[in-house]
Nanobody, 118 residues
Framework: QVQLVESGGGLVQPGGSLRLSCAASGSIFSINTMRWYRQAPGKPRELVAA??????????EYADSVRGRFTISRINTKNTVYLQMNFMKYEDTAVYYC?????????WGQGTQVTVSS
């Protein structure tokens, strides 16, 4: 079992920055990949960024819409993942979810609202 808790959402102006955190607990030793998704009203949930960590390498990937503006990172103990969001746009408004695939299961956090508005 894995539990994920997001934090750091809120209201930000266009061009501003926000950092989201996702704390994992439970069977965290089995988590290699952690992802951030988002879902805007009336739209499907989309992958924003992912990070995969092994003993030798760390791989990251980003959606085209956020590449160069968002940065995903993970602390060494592998139980917290961050999403640093810079130069934010109106279209970044969404509920952001943390995700961790473990074996054949997908674990999700409860989501945190991010609103970009002037």
């Amino acid at each position: 079992q894995v539990q994920l808790v997001e934090s750091g959402g809120g209201l930000v102006q266009p061009g501003g920055s926000l950092r989201l955190s996702c704390a994992a607990s439970g069977s965290i030793f089995s988590i290699n990949t952690m992802r951030w998704y988002r879902q805007a009203p009336g739209k499907p949930r989309e992958l924003v960024a992912a990070i995969t960590s092994t003993s030798n390498i760390e791989l990251v990937e980003y959606a085209d819409s956020v590449r160069g503006r968002f940065t995903i990172s993970r602390i060494n103990t592998k139980n917290t993942v961050y999403l640093q969001m810079n130069f934010m746009k109106y279209e970044d408004t969404a509920v952001y979810y943390c995700n961790a695939p473990v074996d054949d299961l997908d674990y999700w956090g409860q989501g945190t609202q991010v609103t970009v508005s002037s």
